[in-house]
């Protein structure tokens, strides 16, 4: 019947979308089609997936166990539970029985194993014992620094160190450039961001680069443009449509802070792009774009409605932190949709592209293996489209 598509045939769920049926039309043998199931797809890239999440019980605690993967180095498990979590947050209704996510994908037998328990009792052992972990407590801890990642928390736990303090107090323990500003604003960092402090940092951005150059492009990337309300960071592209010129965009902009008085702390990473050394087949975590990793002072005249600060919190200002990347023009649209995530959607496209189309997606370029030619795309609608996607709005990619 015609909403099967050759996908579903071959027992791939694809999103389906509802087609007025003209009823003459129907051969005889479909007169009793079987009802159309709304297919949930493995892909995060062919779900619409909003801010708003309808199963939050089951998420924290599936994100418990995969944060704990993470922090255990076990990939694997990890993912597992990541796409548990993404399937489950595209939901438009609650799950309450096991019958009811029967046909979800990716609930494996140990993602529904711990979905029985919370169903059944409200909350799930694995989950609660995670939680009281000394070593899942400590590593969450550390890892909360900015500039601390897995590899540091579990160092210093291996020393025996349990709290700040004692990594603070440790002589043996030389703290880098990023970590010192990490632990100096760590009141600030580890508080949400609010839109309104990411609207503020906008105009501030905006403001810098178009003092640079008048045709500046700023574009305003990661959780905040999919339409979230708190971030842990403000996210921005910046370039600008003179060849090479986006090279020198950012020490331009960082300078421009400095004088201002608002730049608390900045890691510059210069650009390692080049469209020769292209596809990279294999994973990478990072782009090769020129970006900066900043810490901005950020004062509350600035902010419409004041800062979200603690109660009692009368500085007038706070540190926020603000990454930058400048992408050349003709590589936008690959960055914008790269930097705009979530991360799981992210990781959904590339798969989905590599899997389902044999191509490879990054955040500079799309290349069809089959052709041996790379996909040309000015927005990100030609790269859905080159991928024979439906296009996802990025209040819809909150997988
Ligand atoms: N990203 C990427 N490569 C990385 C890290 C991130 O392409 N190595 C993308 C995916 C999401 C986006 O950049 C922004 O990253 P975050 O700020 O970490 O995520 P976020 O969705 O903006 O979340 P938050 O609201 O907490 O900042
Ligand atoms: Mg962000």
Known sequence: ISWFTDSMREGRPVAVESRHLIKETLPEASATPPPPKATVSQYACQRRTTTENNNKTLTDAFEVLADSYELNEMEGPCLAFRRAVSVLKSLPWAVKSLETAQDLPCLGEHSKAVMKEILQYGHSFEVEKTLS??????????????????????????????????????????????QQSGFLHYGDISRAVSKAEARALRSIIDEAVHVITPDAVLALTGGFRRGKEFGHDVDFIVTTPEPGEEETLLPKIMNRLTKQGILL???????????????????????????????????ASKVEGGLHLAEG????????????????MERYAFALLGWTGSRQFERDLRRFARMERRMLLDNHALYDKTKKEFLAATTEKDIFAHLGLEYIEPWQRNA
């Open 133 to 178: 972990d000394e070593r899942y407590q400590t590593l969450k801890l550390f890892t909360s620094v900015f500039g601390v990642g897995p590899k540091t928390a579990d160092k210093w736990y291996r020393r025996g160190l349990r709290s700040f303090s004692e990594v603070l107090t440790d002589s043996s323990i030389q703290l880098n450039r990023m």
């Open 265 to 299: 702390f900045s890691d510059y990473q210069t650009s390692t792009f080049e469209m020769s050394k292209l596809p990279c087949h294999r994973f990478e975590a990072m782009d090769h774009f020129a970006k900066c990793f900043l810490i901005l002072r950020l004062e």
């Open 313 to 328: 919190d009368s500085r007038g200002w706070r540190a926020v932190r603000v990454d930058l990347v400048s992408p050349p």
